[in-house]
């Protein structure tokens, strides 16, 4: 006879475990103690098994009835349900323990083992602090796509939209390592693409007028701040590496006998080691350099501490200090304008101009047959633009203001 919640409710303890049949298997087993139990008999391979449902009342009639149905559909399916009861309550424990934030945790710790730099960790670590106030603690396998866009969507309305677009490809990558690692199934992001504002594409400042550059250039020289950041100026304009490059350059990266800056592949953008040629003058800036800060370990050590390099606002202040707006000039803009100027000369190839960049050819056909390295034109090309800002500098101070003016 189908048990009611009058009886269950009314049944008194006895001496010994006393089970009380609902049909199909199902029972309530009553303790001594006063414990009432949900178990479900049932056959599964040949062999009598039990399946734990839960204790009464927190699990209803109603429910152990259904969970009774269902383990009979799982049956019929040929599974065996006390096998999926612990399959699934292996898989909740694997989903708490796999939060958004530990996975994330996890890809950071893969990619220090790799190499990647620390500026790249730094900045995944800002931008991942957008998010895991929001998701950091929900099972990553449990993440929608309408939960991320929340997270953007705050970003994106302080009106920061290039954030909130390199957001969403750093919360993607870490749904892509949770898939290839068996804990997720999808990325989310995927489905946000054209989702966010796109945002207004500035390029950095860079001064492409030659007159211009030398008035720049000549401003510098007569810089009358810190001698580190006037050299270091100096070296963006003749060198034109990438700021952070080198506002972290060591000493023991300069061979200025041979005339050579080999920068790390583990300081560069791209991971592989760039050479750069230094020219007379760019050697002669170091040598002079070398005299001030040549006993620590850093070419442009923090005025705080030597263990520190130069902060990167530092060589853009400067700028400012000049009269400089960052409409106008950038210390990354040194990179266009040496670009421009360099393929508007007409004196140098393509390839060498970008292998001196440092850039990496986007068709990966191209890439894999443009390996050289150009060196004794990269060399020549170098001292030859060292030159040319000479005499740029030195075009201002004999050509007659009104001269400037008419042309």
């Known amino acids: 006879m189908p048990l009611t919640d009058t009886r269950i409710r009314s049944f008194k303890p006895q001496s010994r475990v006393v089970k009380l049949s609902d049909g199909g298997g199902l029972h309530l087993m009553v303790t001594p103690g006063g414990s009432k139990l949900w178990r479900l008999a049932y056959r599964y391979a040949g062999k009598q098994k039990t399946l734990a449902i839960g204790a009464y009342p927190a699990v209803s009639l109603e429910k152990a009835r259904e969970a009774r149905g269902a383990a009979k559909k ?14 699934e309550k292996r898989q909740r424990k694997l989903s708490a323990e796999n939060t958004f934030q530990a996975v994330a945790e996890e890809l950071a710790q893969k990619r220090r083992r790799e190499g990647r730099a620390a500026a790249t960790l730094t900045k995944t670590t800002w931008l991942l602090a957008f998010a895991l106030p929001v998701i950091g603690r929900r099972p990553i396998a449990e993440i929608s796509s309408a939960e991320v866009l929340e997270v953007l969507r705050r970003v994106e309305n302080r009106g920061r939209h290039e954030t909130a677009r390199r957001l969403r490809s750093t919360i993607g990558s870490v749904f892509r390592y949770a898939i290839a690692t068996a804990r ?9 693409r054209g989702a966010l504002v796109v945002p207004v594409v500035r390029h950095r400042a860079a001064l492409t007028d030659p007159r211009a550059l030398g008035a720049l250039l000549r401003a510098i020289d007569g810089f009358e701040g810190q001698p580190t950041t006037r050299a270091a100026l100096q070296l963006m304009a003749i060198l034109f590496p990438r700021p952070g490059e080198l506002r972290a350059a060591q000493w023991n990266e300069f061979d200025l006998d041979g005339a050579v800056w080999t920068i790390p592949a583990e300081r560069t953008k791209m991971r592989r080691e760039h050479r750069i040629p230094l020219s007379p003058q760019a050697a002669a800036i170091l040598r002079k350099l070398r005299r001030v800060t040549g006993e620590g370990e850093l070419v442009f050590p923090s005025i705080r501490s030597v263990r520190r390099s130069m902060s990167e606002n530092t060589l853009n202040a400067a700028l400012r200090r000049m009269g400089y707006t960052q409409d106008e000039v950038t210390a990354h803009g040194f990179r266009a304008t040496a670009s421009t100027l360099l393929n508007e000369s007409g004196l140098w190839a393509a390839d060498v101009i970008e292998r001196q960049l440092a850039h990496v050819e986007g068709d990966e056909v191209r890439r894999a047959y443009a390996r050289g390295d150009h060196w004794a034109e990269r060399v020549r090309m170098m001292a030859w633009w060292a030159d040319r800002l000479d005499a740029l500098k030195a075009e201002g101070e004999v050509v007659p203001l009104q001269t400037v003016r008419a042309g």
């Open 74 to 87: 799982l049956l019929a399916d040929g599974a065996d349900p006390s096998a999926a009861k612990k399959a």
């Open 184 to 192: 997720a199934e999808n990325d989310p992001t995927v489905a946000l």
